[in-house]
């Protein structure tokens, strides 16, 4: 997993929820930090921070629950893409 995606989304949603303690594993669905404009905004920065287009089959809500999961998503969609 690449540590550079994991920070970049990180700062992201820290960006948008600067009061909010977040790390990598926390499940930012679960803390009620994401309603689905923000999950729209978060597949917009993620496929245009590090260039991969999401597929329909990979808009699922367990890509998106931590900046863990979403870094490995990165990282998948970058070996196919590659």
Same mark, same amino acid.
């Given at each position: @997993? =690449?540590?550079? &995606? ?5 700062? /992201?949603?820290?960006?948008? /929820? ?5 790390? $990598?594993?926390?499940? +930012? *669905?679960?803390?009620? /930090?994401?309603? =689905?404009? *923000? $999950? @729209?905004?978060?597949? @917009?920065?993620?496929?245009?921070? *590090?260039?991969?287009? +999401? ?5 699922? +809500?367990?890509? *998106?629950?931590? $900046?863990? =999961? @979403? ?6 969609? &970058?070996?196919? $893409?590659?």
């Amino acid at each position: @997993m =690449s540590n550079t &995606a994991q920070g970049q989304i990180l700062d /992201f949603v820290r960006g948008r /929820f600067p009061q909010a303690e977040l790390d $990598a594993a926390q499940d +930012i *669905f679960a803390l009620g /930090f994401v309603n =689905s404009l *923000f $999950a @729209m905004e978060l597949v @917009m920065f993620v496929e245009k921070t *590090f260039g991969v287009t +999401i597929p329909n089959d990979e808009l699922r +809500i367990d890509n *998106f629950r931590t $900046a863990d =999961s @979403m870094a490995e998503l990165v990282d998948r969609l &970058a070996r196919v $893409a590659a």
